[in-house]
T-cell receptor
């Protein structure tokens, strides 16, 4: 059974561009969360989605948006990229949205903004 | 001030040693997670705790809700345990997750 998958694995963009990152959860998992991990730091929570609705949001600007599709896959969009958006973007899925469900992480998408 | 603080930041141990990593948090939580991150970024969830103690193989995690503190212990450490260990909490308000900056563990043969 496949784990959480993310695409692309690596991405290089320039300042001002827009980027879309994709995540497919483990089969049967209905909740997807997105995290940003800047080099040398712990991950920071961006969004959580469950049943296509946003259920949690971290302290990120409106340039960051996400959505979840009927098949529970998810996209993270970042507009007007800044150099500081360079990071590893991690997606995690869980069966349900409540805190008693373990999260399973994908391998991440490494975004470099030049 | 970070909502989650971990110590130590870096840890080097000889193979076979008993290792403890500590995590303190300042928010009300509904669950605490211990994660393992290997070079290259892959994260594996080790434990999810809301009370008490859990054991999995050589790993033991404890949490004290009153003191807002958790520890991760590794018994009989092995070089393959070398990784970054991250403590994360889910707040009981607002559905937020907060992460520590991680403890980088190196186990020397």
């Amino acid at each position: 059974d496949a784990g959480v998958t993310q695409s692309p694995t690596h991405l290089i963009k320039t300042r001002g561009q827009q980027v879309t990152l994709r995540c497919s959860p483990i089969s049967g998992h209905k909740s997807v969360s997105w995290y940003q991990q800047v080099l040398g730091q712990g991950p920071q929570f961006i969004f959580q989605y469950y049943e296509k609705e946003e259920r949690g949001r971290g302290n990120f600007p409106d340039r960051f948006s996400a959505r979840q599709f009927p098949n529970y896959s998810s996209e993270l969009n970042v507009n007007a990229l800044l150099l500081g958006d360079s990071a590893l973007y991690l997606c995690a899925s869980s069966l349900l949205v409540n805190s008693y469900n373990e999260q399973f992480f994908g391998p991440g998408t490494r975004l470099t903004v030049l | 001030k970070n909502e989650v603080e971990q110590s130590p930041q870096n840890l080097t141990a000889q193979e076979g040693e008993f290792i403890t990593i500590n995590c303190s948090y300042s928010v009300g939580i509904s669950a605490l997670h211990w994660l393992q991150q290997h070079p290259g970024g892959g994260i594996v969830s080790l434990f999810m705790l809301s009370s008490g103690k859990k054991k999995h193989g050589r790993l033991i995690a404890t949490i004290n809700i009153q003191e807002k503190h958790s520890s991760l212990h590794i018994t009989a450490s092995h070089p393959r345990d070398s990784a970054v260990y991250i403590c994360a909490v889910r707040s009981n308000t607002g559905n937020q997750f907060y992460f520590g900056t991680g403890t980088s563990l190196t186990v020397i043969p």
